[in-house]
């Protein structure tokens, strides 16, 4: 998974907090994804963003739950007044075009768990 | 509706045999099926990509199949080594969509080899 970097690798929160996650994709890679993986459970898609552009985020919900890829620096999901359920891995993936077809190179995730 | 189902959910085999993962899918149109590999804590690495007009790809020790008509996969993998010990997830990517939300995710076949 060398190129797509992920941090912090694990993050407690309590309830009620804010959680930051952080991913710099890959050199060269201007597209960003992002995954959320329950334990036992496949990935499920959240958000698709390109520089300063949310793409798609059908699969991010509609409260607490924001992103962002800045011109300068990493993609961030931010996770408002956090709650148990939002425990999971999330994971950040980038590839060099938006096309699904592109290979998307994941990072090794950020492990979020809530007090 | 488009899915994405693997079998078994897990396997355990003595180190050296062979194993066969299946992978179904309803994904439709298709484009492309991948296999990757995800070792505990760490994020998903691509083994294979397979589109239409393949049936069989390899990388080292591991055989993917495709049978398009069948919407079929299965991943081989030979000679197995304990580093095999994962979990391995197909996934299918649809012609339309945009971005990443016309990959669908299996949940999965958790691999143990033992000595």
Redesign the interface.
């Known amino acids: 998974n060398a190129g797509v970097m992920q941090n912090p690798r694990h993050l407690v929160r309590r309830r009620g907090q804010e959680a930051r996650l952080r991913c710099s994709p890959m050199k060269g890679h201007s597209h960003v994804y992002w995954y959320r993986q329950l334990p036992e459970e496949g990935l499920k898609f959240m958000v698709y963003l390109q520089k300063e552009n949310i793409i798609d985020e059908s699969g991010m919900p509609k409260e607490r739950f924001s992103a962002e890829f800045p011109k300068e620096g990493p993609s961030i999901l931010r996770i408002q007044q956090v709650v148990r359920g939002d425990s999971a891995a999330y994971f950040c993936a980038s590839s060099p075009q938006g096309q699904g077809a592109q290979p998307q190179h994941f990072g090794d995730g950020t492990r979020l768990s809530i007090l | 509706k488009n899915q994405?189902e693997q079998s078994p959910q897990s396997l355990i085999i003595l180190e050296g045999k062979n194993c066969t993962l299946q992978c179904n899918y309803t994904v439709s149109p298709f484009?492309?099926l991948?296999w990757?590999k995800q070792d505990t804590?760490?994020?998903?690495?691509?083994l294979t990509?397979m589109t239409f007009s393949e049936n069989t790809k390899s990388n080292g020790r591991y055989t993917a199949t495709l049978d398009a008509d069948t919407k079929q996969s299965s991943l081989h993998i030979t000679a197995s080594q304990l580093s095999d010990s994962a979990s391995y997830?197909c996934v299918v990517?649809?012609l339309k969509?945009?971005?990443?939300?016309?990959?669908f995710?299996?949940?999965?076949t958790r691999l143990t080899v033992i000595p």
């Open positions: 994405v484009s492309n991948r990757y804590g760490r994020g998903p690495v691509s990509i997830i990517s649809a969509g945009t971005g990443a939300n016309n990959l995710f299996g949940t999965g």
